[in-house]
């Protein structure tokens, strides 16, 4: 038996007034009862309890012990209801607009059919995000290189990949490319994770090739640049998952087959002082497994 739990049968003891009332409540023996008390006067050193044959009295100092041992109690029993609370709140989860517009539903679904008991709040958001600072538990996010930091695990989960795209309209009017420098020569739709693309430096199975281009629009908003391509207002670089559907309606048209930015790695991220919750723990490996079966790469 362990510290606190002589420290619950000594108050129940003397909240009780007799080590058999006490028995009878915890449904145990007046012996055991009896062992525990004296297993924690030995521990503590000093005598908690004067029995007699008639009576039982607190020592002075297992008066100011009992006061003690109370307080010690309820903080324990505080701390056990907030975690309890902690446990049946939702798992906060942060996810790029693009992956959970389109498959924020295909990978939650299984999820919530494995894990009933779970309760997730999935925020869709481009922005960099501080996880504590903005109440998030798990962040998937396409980094260049995660955060650099002991209070936060990074797991790689996949790679994301972009290829060149333009609407048929925007080509009969311009021209397809047909090499990499002719880029230089077209409007370009850039990502903010080009650096509001004023290069893109691409590559292929032979070469690199860094390419000034002429940037009309830039956003870190997936679907406005597809939107925008579709339209016919320049040429863009996108998921090949993303637009997919797009290419096979002939939307769009994959210009430079084999010329790409090189793959990002796909992140999911979390606090290292979640890692012990077991929501955290059945979300984190879920992902994991789920990741490379899909198709963000």
């Given at each position: 038996m362990n510290l606190l739990s002589r420290m619950e049968t000594f108050v129940r003891v003397v909240h009780a007034g007799s080590l058999s009332a006490a028995a009878r409540q915890l449904r145990v023996s007046t012996a055991a009862v009896s062992r525990h008390l004296s297993e924690l006067e030995h521990e503590v050193g000093a005598s908690l309890v004067a029995r007699t044959t008639r009576r039982m009295t607190l020592t002075s100092v297992g008066q100011r012990y009992f006061e003690r041992c109370q307080r010690v109690l309820a903080e324990?029993?505080?701390?056990?209801?907030?975690?309890?609370?902690?446990?049946?709140?939702?798992?906060?989860?942060?996810?790029?607009?693009?992956?959970?517009?389109?498959?924020?539903?295909?990978?939650?679904?299984?999820?919530?059919?494995?894990?009933?008991?779970?309760?997730?709040d999935l925020r869709l958001e481009d922005r960099l995000i501080d996880l504590a600072l903005d109440d998030v538990d798990i962040a998937v996010r396409v980094v260049a290189q995660p955060p650099m930091s002991d209070q936060i695990i990074a797991v790689p989960l996949s790679t994301w990949s972009r290829i060149l795209v333009a609407a048929p309209s925007y080509l009969r009017t311009t021209g397809t490319?047909?090499?990499?420098?002719?880029?230089?020569?077209?409007?370009a739709l850039a990502s903010g994770r080009d650096?509001?693309?004023?290069?893109?430096?691409?590559?292929?199975?032979?070469?690199?090739?860094?390419?000034?281009?002429?940037?009309?629009?830039?956003?870190?908003?997936?679907?406005?640049?597809?939107?925008?391509?579709?339209?016919?207002?320049?040429?863009?670089?996108?998921?090949?998952w993303f637009v997919a559907p797009d290419l096979?309606?002939?939307?769009?048209?994959?210009?430079?087959?084999?010329?790409?930015?090189?793959?990002?790695?796909?992140?999911?991220?979390?606090?290292?002082e979640l890692r012990k919750q077991r929501p955290v723990k059945i979300v984190v490996d879920y992902l994991r497994r789920a990741y490379p079966a899909s198709e963000h790469g």
């Amino acid at each position: 038996m362990n510290l606190l739990s002589r420290m619950e049968t000594f108050v129940r003891v003397v909240h009780a007034g007799s080590l058999s009332a006490a028995a009878r409540q915890l449904r145990v023996s007046t012996a055991a009862v009896s062992r525990h008390l004296s297993e924690l006067e030995h521990e503590v050193g000093a005598s908690l309890v004067a029995r007699t044959t008639r009576r039982m009295t607190l020592t002075s100092v297992g008066q100011r012990y009992f006061e003690r041992c109370q307080r010690v109690l309820a903080e324990v029993a505080g701390a056990q209801a907030v975690a309890g609370e902690l446990a049946d709140s939702p798992i906060r989860i942060s996810m790029p607009v693009s992956v959970g517009v389109l498959a924020g539903a295909e990978l939650m679904s299984p999820l919530l059919t494995q894990h009933p008991e779970l309760r997730i709040d999935l925020r869709l958001e481009d922005r960099l995000i501080d996880l504590a600072l903005d109440d998030v538990d798990i962040a998937v996010r396409v980094v260049a290189q995660p955060p650099m930091s002991d209070q936060i695990i990074a797991v790689p989960l996949s790679t994301w990949s972009r290829i060149l795209v333009a609407a048929p309209s925007y080509l009969r009017t311009t021209g397809t490319p047909a090499s990499v420098e002719d880029l230089a020569k077209h409007v370009a739709l850039a990502s903010g994770r080009d650096g509001r693309g004023t290069t893109w430096n691409l590559i292929n199975a032979a070469r690199t090739a860094e390419v000034r281009v002429n940037t009309r629009f830039a956003t870190n908003g997936g679907h406005t640049l597809r939107e925008l391509a579709i339209a016919g207002h320049g040429v863009t670089l996108l998921p090949p998952w993303f637009v997919a559907p797009d290419l096979k309606r002939r939307r769009l048209v994959h210009v430079l087959p084999g010329w790409a930015p090189a793959p990002t790695v796909i992140y999911l991220l979390y606090r290292a002082e979640l890692r012990k919750q077991r929501p955290v723990k059945i979300v984190v490996d879920y992902l994991r497994r789920a990741y490379p079966a899909s198709e963000h790469g």
